[in-house]
T-cell receptor, first 110, second 115 residues
Framework: LAKITQPISMDSYEGQEVNITCSHN???????ITWYQQFPSQGPRFIIQ???TKVTNEVASLFIPADRKSSTLSLPRVSLSDTAVYYC???????????FGSGTRLQVQP | DGGITQSPKYLFRKEGQNVTLSCEQN?????MYWYRQDPGQGLRLIYY???????QKGDIAEGYSVSREKKESFPLTVTSAQKNPTAFYLC??????????????FGSGTRLTVV
């Protein structure tokens, strides 16, 4: 299984861009990278997924370098409501189930 | 609206009691999962099921049991053998196990407290 490392916590201010980097040095060829967001006392919510290069949706962007050993979730112009825990997951189809790490706790200040 | 419903939202258990947490989905998903989350921690996999009448143990299955008699339902029983059951329990589903990498849908969770 890919070993995942991401910062335990980050602080930001409203309106700033936030970049959360995840390290996954032994990612397998057929692994995808997926990010989830979790608010207190709620289930995680799918944010974005990618395999290589850049993926963008209405919520975030995901940057994956050519070697795929890391990935960066980019949240543009964060607001207070973006305060949450963000999980980076690595897995592929056929894997039994996804493994969640401890995530990155993002605190957005006014 | 399609989604996953977990009930109850809060549950209190006395020492030595078994309790069952409900999880129902109307997404027509084949695969379902149970995770446990302790305060400030990530999610740990308890059990998962690829298809009706089939399920596999996850990383922390001891003291828990599940059944999958219907596609829509995947109840979790926390038995008296689980020594530290106080936690937040999350149920999830995906199109199938092959589609797990493409995203899970989670329920809103059940917070279990031993009293």
């Amino acid at each position: 299984l890919a070993k995942i490392t991401q910062p335990i916590s980050m602080d930001s201010y409203e309106g700033q861009e936030v970049n959360i980097t995840c390290s996954h040095n032994n990612i397998a060829t057929n692994d995808y990278i997926t990010w989830y967001q979790q608010f207190p006392s709620q289930g995680p919510r799918f944010i974005i997924q990618g395999y290589k290069t850049k993926v963008t949706n209405e919520v975030a962007s995901l940057f994956i370098p050519a070697d795929r050993k890391s990935s960066t979730l980019s949240l543009p112009r964060v607001s207070l409501s973006d305060t949450a825990v963000y999980y980076c997951l690595v897995g592929h189809t056929g894997r039994r189930a996804l493994t969640f790490g401890s995530g990155t706790r993002l605190q957005v200040q006014p | 609206d399609g989604g996953i419903t977990q009930s109850p939202k809060y549950l209190f258990r006395k020492e030595g009691q078994n309790v069952t947490l409900s999880c129902e989905q109307n997404l027509n998903h084949d695969a379902m999962y149970w995770y446990r989350q302790d305060p400030g921690q990530g999610l740990r996999l308890i059990y998962y099921s690829q298809i009706v009448n089939d399920f596999q143990k996850g990383d922390i299955a001891e003291g828990y049991s599940v059944s999958r008699e219907k596609k829509e339902s995947f109840p979790l029983t926390v038995t008296s053998a689980q020594k530290n059951p106080t936690a937040f329990y999350l149920c999830a589903s995906s199109i199938d196990l092959e589609g797990a990498a493409y995203g899970y849908t989670f329920g809103s969770g059940t917070r279990l407290t031993v009293v």
